[in-house]
């Protein structure tokens, strides 16, 4: 777990360049050249340190200072030699990963090779589980995944350190670019046939999965032979087959999960390599133009930097260096309806109070309504019965008699309506009307006579 | 560049259906300031159906420039002034004048735009500025005018100063279109850089095409 202390050691574990960074390297590299012994001086160091400074114009720095930060990690005091120093193993392991990163021998070799060369599985190569742990077990294979690693590290590396030279190109001199263009379309080049490689390392790699899968079907397949086995015997070389299966599944699962990742790391390289060509040839094609572009605009920029000063935290731009416009009108919904605000909206949910008076009244409502209903279909049995028996129905009189009743027209009407919907309907009954007006007596109401008069005799 | 398009006042594009779910949004993000480009998929996709039209449309009832530009094989829309007016958008609560802090930060991200310029997508984290600031080419100019004073190191409060106002400006970037912001509220910011923030280039457009003319002018007005 980390903690503070961890944290506090964290800057003395790697020294800034002129705090020590330098020094370490360089003598590092002296006492690898034979040039300094593994016991130095404070006199070397004050030497190395001038060097330092003179080879990129800084000023010297203090030896004293820096050799106090350095000792305990990098630098280690020799026993009974006082003012005499050796490189700690720490300091020479940093040094060398560094050489080793910066140096990596896999950017040269090509990484079907290294595939090839640890992850290769030969007809008959895997006889016994044992064979198969011993070629490909997780801490047989962990070195060989790390040489994959590394070597996939370094095509990245490599990508990085050729993207890193073509930004320069951008904002070199416009002569000189046009002519390491061209040198880069050949480091372009080798980067179509690190894709190549990297195809055929796949290829490889699919055919070794593959066969790594049927040698562990094959496992299972053994165990299979033995499910049905009764004797001891069987039993016990069921169980070890069920065993040897399991490894052999646990072996190809480690190797498909490392494979995956590395799928991951080659494709995402794959994909620079890409765009890294398109945009080459794109470059190509206006570089001059860009170029000089490019360069107006770092001019620009610099011009800008050099006119801003900071006042009192903002930042102030000089002898009008101008701050451009732009079109910023305030949102305005001139159609709301066709917009999706997409705002989220709160759903409340509003308590009404009971209005016990409302409540009332609509229930008097509804029973009225009832009410009226019921005393609608009472006349209207009431005048059919009067029809069958009378063989003919007065319209006008029947209103009246309603009216008169009910003291109420709409009864009287919804009957009169629903006895000629009646008569029209039904072929044994005829309405007749004689455009006469005829007043009822009950209501100031003019009706033409009307009368439903039966056809034949008809049974309800 | 004036406004000397022919003067095709037909919009009967806008009764299109697609327009009936779309116009509203694309109206408001080109009036705001927003460059569409194709991650807006179905706006990006009417202006190119029907740029004619909506240059038109611009034209004649805005008095604004609808441009379409492209930069690093991308196309971008957007709209702007026709030189020497500000169309219908006269109002100053109408315009947006790039604050001095945005004018440094967006010529700051253009440069770094092309320092990626074979990156795919160029991602930016707060600790690439903060690198910018600290160890870049340019560190004494950034320090003095981020913090006022060249020095090693700076505090955790001066940087988290410095890192809440380029999180505004990365924010306001996101809504013009320029960047892409990646990083939530309470996460490291970061951000892509889309290849319409060579809008910043085209708005000095002027100003490159005659740079010594620009050059000389800055130096008669520093020695006055």
């Excluded at chain 1, 159609?335 to 009971?354: A, G, H, M, V």
């Excluded at chain 2, 930069?71 to 109408?94: A, I, M």
């Excluded at chain 2, 306001?172 to 960047?179: D, R, T």
Aim: glycine share 2%; aromatic share 14%.
């Amino acid at each position: 777990m980390w903690n503070d202390e961890i944290y506090s050691d964290y800057e003395l574990l790697l020294p800034l360049r002129f705090d020590g960074g330098y020094l370490i390297i360089t003598l590092y590299t002296k006492i690898k050249n034979k040039e300094l012994g593994a016991y130095f001086s404070t006199e070397d160091i004050k030497l190395v340190l001038e060097e330092i400074a003179a080879y990129h114009n800084e000023g010297t720095s203090q030896s004293e200072r820096i050799i106090k930060n350095l000792l305990h990690y990098f630098l280690r005091n020799v026993p009974d030699e006082y003012g005499k120093f050796y490189l700690t193993d720490y300091a020479i392991q940093l040094a060398e990963l560094l050489e080793y990163k910066l140096n990596n021998p896999y950017k040269t070799y090509p990484l079907k090779e290294s595939f090839d060369k640890y992850f290769t599985l030969r007809q008959n190569e895997i006889k016994t589980i044992q064979d198969l742990e011993i070629k490909f077990g997780r801490e047989f294979v962990s070195g060989h995944k790390r040489i994959i690693n590394n070597h996939i590290e370094a095509l990245e590396d490599e990508l990085t350190a050729a993207y890193e030279q073509l930004n320069t190109i951008l904002s070199a001199d416009e002569e000189d670019a046009t002519s390491m263009v061209k040198k880069f379309t050949a480091v372009f080049k080798k980067f179509g046939e690190r894709a190549e490689d990297i195809t055929n390392a796949i290829s490889s790699k699919d055919n070794f999965l593959r066969r790594l899968r049927l040698r562990t079907d094959e496992f299972y397949a053994q165990a299979s032979d033995l499910k049905h086995a009764e004797s001891e015997e069987d039993k016990s070389k069921l169980s070890k087959a069920q065993s040897d299966w399991k490894t052999a599944t646990e072996i190809n699962n480690d190797l498909s999960y490392f494979f995956k990742t590395v799928d991951t790391k080659i494709n995402h390289i794959r994909k620079q390599i890409l765009k890294a060509s398109g945009k080459l040839t794109e470059l190509q094609e206006n570089f001059s133009r860009r170029s000089n572009f490019r360069l107006l605009l770092k001019k620009l920029f610099h011009l800008c930097l050099h006119n801003a000063s900071n006042r009192n935290g903002v930042i102030q731009l000089h002898t009008n260096f101008p701050c451009k416009q732009i079109v910023c009108e305030k949102q305005q919904l001139f159609y709301p309806e066709y917009y999706d605000f997409e705002l989220s909206t709160k759903n409340q949910l509003l308590s009404i109070p009971r209005d016990r008076e409302y409540e009332e009244e609509q229930r008097r409502e509804i029973e009225k309504e009832i009410k009226r209903q019921e005393i609608i279909n009472f006349w209207i049995d009431e005048s059919k019965k009067l029809l069958i028996s009378q063989g003919a129905l007065h319209l006008p009189a029947l209103m009246d008699k309603i009216v008169e009743k009910e003291k109420d027209l709409a009864i009287a009407q919804n009957v009169a309506i629903e006895l000629s919907q009646f008569a029209a309907e039904n072929p044994n009954y005829k309405l007749e009307i004689i455009q006469q007006l005829q007043s009822l007596e009950h209501d100031n109401l003019y009706l033409w006579k009307m009368k439903i008069q039966k056809t034949k005799t008809t049974v309800f | 560049m004036e406004n000397e398009d022919p003067k095709n006042e037909d919009y009967s594009f806008l009764e299109e259906d697609r327009m009936k779910m779309y116009f509203a949004d694309l109206n408001i993000k080109l009036l705001s300031g927003r460059h569409l480009q194709s991650d807006e998929y179905n706006l990006f996709t009417i202006l190119g159906d029907y740029y004619d039209e909506f240059k038109s449309f611009y034209n004649n009832l805005y008095k604004l420039n609808l441009v379409r530009d492209t930069y690093d094989n991308s196309v971008y829309y957007y709209l702007d002034f026709f030189e020497g007016s500000k169309g219908k958008l006269t109002d100053p609560s109408r315009i947006k004048t790039l604050t001095e802090w945005q004018t440094v930060a967006g010529l700051m991200l253009l440069d770094m735009y092309y320092s990626r310029y074979f990156e795919d997508p160029k991602q930016i984290k707060w600790q690439d500025i903060k690198y910018e600031i600290e160890a870049g080419d340019k560190k004494e100019t950034y320090q003095s005018l981020f913090f006022k004073s060249v020095r090693t190191g700076f505090t955790p409060n001066e940087w988290t100063e410095v890192e809440k106002k380029f999180r505004n400006t990365v924010q306001s970037f996101h809504e013009l279109g320029w960047v892409n912001k990646v990083s939530g509220q309470n996460e490291e910011l970061l951000f892509e850089l889309k290849p319409s923030i060579h809008r910043i280039a085209r708005l000095y457009e002027k100003e490159l095409l005659n740079f010594q003319d620009f050059v000389s002018h800055f130096k008669t007005a520093l020695e006055q």
